[in-house]
């Protein structure tokens, strides 16, 4: 009687691996040609905004050099912000202190 419980639980479990097998055999291929077609359609969509934004750089006289030195002036503009933001904090500061006083 113990053999044919083992053979019973043992043919299920081997009937139960192959029918799940084609079902993650055809799974995976159906996955792999999404991430495949998902890949493919990024790599589209980075090749056309790469060409517009060339266009544009083009359009608008944009050169490295041009483009260097309009990031400096962001930065020291930046830069000055920071300064006058911490200026005044300071100056809120030293109010604070003589009115406490």
Excluded: C
Excluded at 15 to 34: N, V
């Amino acid at each position: 009687k113990k053999k044919g419980k083992k053979k019973k639980k043992g043919g299920g479990a081997g009937g139960a691996g192959p029918s799940q097998e084609p079902e993650e055999g055809t799974e995976a291929p159906s996955e792999a040609d999404a991430a495949e077609a998902a890949k493919k359609a990024e790599e589209e969509r980075l090749l056309l905004l790469l060409e517009t934004l060339t266009e544009e750089r083009m359009r608008f006289g944009i050169t490295p050099e041009s483009q260097a030195a309009a990031s400096a002036e962001v930065a020291e503009a930046a830069r000055l912000d920071a300064a006058a933001d911490e200026a005044e904090e300071e100056a809120e500061a030293e109010a604070e202190a003589a009115a406490s006083v």
